[in-house]
């Protein structure tokens, strides 16, 4: 078993750009998240997902969307990318929600 | 004020020591508690639950105290491998929220 996988691993942005972060899991679990985490800041839920076609808000949702497409992926879009958004994100997935979160390895987004 | 504190550190200690970090939460509502372990620029993988009769797992114990609303984590003897940051999360339902973590090298 892979886990939780994520794509791409390292990314640069110009100011404006988009992009959507892949995730994907292989322990059918219904629940998956997105969090970034910053220097001091620690892991912010962006977004949260209980089951295909559900999502919603977490801490810091602005600027961001998100689509759960089937019980495997769910992935984290950047419409317009800012510097504020240059962070670690990582993707988790859980079963059930309260259980013991399962992180992927992050990607590091860098926008200019 | 974020919702869960730690103290950053970093601590620095030797082989075989004990150390202890501290974590607080702001919200009574918080239904469960863990500390994570996160090494260097690496995912953050669970290392306990956290329960209010205390738990131990090998060198490592983990107190809740729901009254003062403070979780402890003490590590015992440490190793070369303890060197990491530990994150204190405390969650209500799927909203998990975790401390800025607290960094700890263990030198030989």
């Known amino acids: 078993n892979a886990g939780v996988t994520q794509t791409p691993k390292f990314q640069v942005l110009k100011t404006g750009q988009s992009m959507t972060l892949q995730c994907a899991q292989d322990?059918?679990?219904?629940?998956m998240y997105w969090y970034r985490q910053d220097p001091g800041m620690g892991l912010r839920l962006i977004y949260y997902s209980a089951s295909e076609g559900t999502t919603d808000k977490g801490e810091v949702p602005n600027g961001y969307n998100v689509s759960r497409l089937n019980k495997r992926e769910f992935s984290l879009r950047l419409e317009s990318a800012a510097p504020s958004q240059t962070s670690v994100y990582f993707c988790?997935?859980?079963?059930?929600?309260?259980?013991?979160?399962?992180f992927g390895p992050g990607t590091r987004l860098t926008v200019l | 004020r974020k919702e869960v504190e730690q103290d950053p550190g970093p601590f620095n200690v030797p082989e075989g020591a004990t150390v202890a970090f501290n974590c607080t939460y702001s919200n009574s509502a918080s239904q469960s508690f863990f500390w994570y372990r996160q090494d260097c620029r690496k995912e953050p993988k669970l290392l306990m639950s956290?329960?209010?009769s205390g738990n131990e797992d090998g060198r490592f114990t983990a107190q809740l105290n729901r009254a003062s609303q403070y979780i402890s984590l003490l590590i015992r003897d440490s190793k070369l491998s303890d060197s990491a940051t530990y994150l204190c999360v405390a969650q209500k339902e799927w909203d998990m929220r975790f401390g800025a973590g607290t960094r700890l090298t263990v030198k030989p």
């Open positions: 956290v329960y209010s």
């Open positions: 988790a997935s859980s079963e059930p929600p309260t259980d013991t979160q399962y």
């Open positions: 322990m059918n679990h219904n629940s």
